[in-house]
C-alpha cells in the first residue's frame, strides 16, 4: 500500500515538474511569437500526444517561425522542406547512391531524418510526393531500398498549407489528413497585435541563445500524458460524437446527411484519446473532462470530414457540421 502512494507521489511530482519546465518553454515561445496563444498550444498538445499538425493560413502569419522557435526552445534537430509541383519522394525520405569501389549502394538520408520537420506548403506538392509522408508519420519509420531505417525520437510534423482557392495547390489526399492529428486554422492579428509585431521588428526579436528544456525529456512527457485518466463516460461521448459524423440521423441530425461523405475514422477517435489526455496534463490534471473534448473536437475532425457538393454549395463549412454536432449530441 505504502509502495502504491510513493508511486503516486512520484508521478504527481514529474508532472508538476515538467509542467513548470513546459511552462517556461511557452512562456519563452510567446515572447517570440505575437498573439497566436491558442494555436501554440494546440501544437504543444500535438507534441505531448505524439501527433503532427496541419496549419492553414494565408502566408505571412509566422506558421515557420513557429515550428523553428520551438525546436530551438527544446534544442531539436530541425529540417524545413519547402514543397513544389515538380519535386520527387526522394527528396524527402532520401535515396541509394552507388558506391564505385566497394560496389554497393549506400542510402542517402533525406531532410525527413529530424526530430522537428517543417512541410512548408505541403499542398503545392502533387499525391506522388505526399505518399513518402505516409509511412514517416504513422510507423515512424522510412524504407529506401530493402532496408527500413527508424526516425528520431522525438519526431514531429507541422506541415502548412496555402487555402485550396490559391493558385497551385493540390487537396491533400484523405490518407494524409488523417495522419495530422491536428488541423489548426491560423488568422490574423488584432490590431494590437499587429502594434507587438511592428515594435518587435524595430527593437529586434528575442534571441534564442540555448534551450530552456531538454529535448530528451520530451519521451517521459509523453508517457506521463498517456496515465492521465479518462473515464469511461467520456470515452462514450468521444464514440457518439464520432458515429454522428458517419450515421448524424441516428443522433437526431438527419439535416446533415445530405452534407456528409464519409465521417471520421477510428483514428479520429484514438486521436481524441490521446490529445485530451495531453491536453489535461497541460492543465494540471490527471483527469479527462468532457470540456477537454469539445475544446479540441474542431481540430480533431475538420480536416476528417469528407463534404458533399451540397455542402459546398450551400456554404456548410466543416466547422458549421462540427458545432450542430456538438450542441446535440448529449454531453456525460
Same mark, same amino acid.
Request: net charge negative; aromatic share 8%.
Given at each position: ?43 504543444? *498538445?500535438?507534441?505531448?500526444? @505524439?501527433? %503532427?499538425? #496541419? ?5 505571412? /502569419? +509566422?506558421?515557420?517561425?513557429? =515550428? ?73 519509420? *522510412?524504407?529506401?531500398?530493402? @532496408?527500413? %531505417?527508424? #526516425? ?5 510534423? /507541422? +506541415?502548412?498549407?496555402?487555402? =485550396? ?168
Amino acid at each position: 500500500m505504502n509502495q502504491v502512494v510513493n508511486d503516486q507521489q512520484s508521478t504527481g511530482d514529474k508532472i508538476k515538474q515538467t509542467n513548470d519546465q513546459l511552462a517556461i518553454l511557452n512562456q519563452q515561445w510567446q515572447s517570440v511569437i505575437v498573439g497566436q496563444s491558442d494555436v501554440l498550444e494546440k501544437i504543444l *498538445v500535438a507534441l505531448i500526444a @505524439n501527433g %503532427h499538425v #496541419l496549419l492553414e493560413g494565408v502566408p505571412g /502569419l +509566422a506558421k515557420t517561425l513557429i =515550428i523553428s522557435t520551438l525546436s530551438q526552445l527544446l534544442g531539436g534537430d530541425y529540417k524545413r522542406i519547402q514543397f513544389t509541383p515538380d519535386m520527387l519522394p526522394s527528396d524527402i525520405v532520401g535515396t541509394q547512391i552507388y558506391n564505385a569501389q566497394q560496389q554497393t549502394f549506400d542510402p542517402k538520408k533525406g531532410p525527413i531524418f529530424s526530430q522537428f520537420v517543417l512541410a512548408d506548403e505541403i499542398n503545392r506538392a502533387p499525391a506522388k510526393v505526399q505518399s513518402a509522408l505516409l509511412e514517416a508519420m504513422q510507423e515512424k519509420q *522510412v524504407t529506401i531500398g530493402n @532496408n527500413t %531505417h527508424a #526516425l528520431p525520437n522525438p519526431f514531429f510534423v /507541422l +506541415a502548412t498549407q496555402n487555402p =485550396i482557392d490559391q493558385d497551385g495547390t493540390y487537396p491533400l489526399p484523405e490518407a494524409q489528413m488523417d495522419r495530422f492529428i491536428f488541423k489548426t486554422v491560423l488568422t490574423y492579428p488584432s490590431k494590437d497585435e499587429e502594434k507587438q509585431i511592428i515594435q518587435r521588428f524595430q527593437t529586434g526579436f528575442p534571441n534564442i541563445d540555448q534551450p530552456v528544456v531538454d529535448i530528451q525529456i520530451i519521451p517521459a512527457i509523453q508517457q506521463l500524458a498517456s496515465q492521465m485518466y479518462i473515464d469511461e463516460k467520456v470515452s462514450e461521448y468521444v464514440i457518439r460524437l464520432i458515429d454522428a459524423t458517419r450515421f448524424p440521423e441516428n443522433h437526431g441530425l438527419e439535416q446533415l446527411k445530405p452534407y456528409i461523405r464519409c465521417g471520421a475514422s477510428p483514428r479520429a477517435t484514438l486521436a481524441f484519446i490521446a490529445a485530451s489526455k495531453a491536453y489535461a496534463y497541460l492543465q494540471r490534471r490527471n483527469y479527462v473532462i468532457p470540456e477537454d473534448i469539445k475544446y479540441l473536437a474542431y481540430d480533431i475532425l475538420r480536416h476528417r470530414l469528407n463534404l458533399t457538393f451540397a455542402a459546398e454549395a450551400e456554404s456548410m463549412t466543416a466547422d458549421k457540421i462540427i458545432r450542430t454536432i456538438l450542441g446535440n449530441v448529449e454531453v456525460p
